[in-house]
Nanobody, 132 residues
Framework: QVQLVETGGDSVQTGGSLRLSCAVS????????MAWFRQAPGKEREGVAG???????KYADSVIGRVTISQDNTKNTLYLQMNSLKPEDTAMYFC??????????????????????????WGQGTQVTVSS
């Protein structure tokens, strides 16, 4: 049973920082892709950052330079460090994971595209609110 649980969402002022965490359990961590998505009211869900099991990353243009995706395998946790937050960053943030055992070309494509269809498992979400 695969389970993803996000924590760390909060209300902050413009320019503040947050670190979101995604605890992963029941997952076979071989040849996979993981990512963070976000969805604001009235908007489509969008990919924020992606990470392959080999360490390749991908970021949405809107967050480049302000966001870092990483993982700690010893703690079975995925992170999203966010700095210089803006009101437009306000959204529900979701952790996602692909199926395991993916060929290299496929997992690279999943991260590069950073679309919902490429991921099979999802967390419940954590709210981030940035006020001005």
């Amino acid at each position: 049973q695969v389970q993803l649980v996000e924590t760390g969402g909060d209300s902050v002022q413009t320019g503040g920082s947050l670190r979101l965490s995604c605890a992963v359990s029941g997952y076979s961590a071989t040849h996979y892709a993981m990512a963070w998505f976000r969805q604001a009211p009235g908007k489509e869900r969008e990919g924020v950052a992606g990470l392959t099991s080999s360490g390749i990353t991908k970021y949405a243009d809107s967050v480049i330079g302000r966001v870092t995706i990483s993982q700690d395998n010893t703690k079975n946790t995925l992170y999203l460090q966010m700095n210089s937050l803006k009101p437009e960053d306000t959204a529900m943030y979701f952790c996602a994971a692909s199926r395991f055992g993916m060929p290299a070309t496929q997992r690279l494509a999943v991260v590069k595209r950073l679309q919902e269809a490429g991921f099979d498992y999802w967390g419940q979400g954590t709210q981030v609110t940035v006020s001005s």
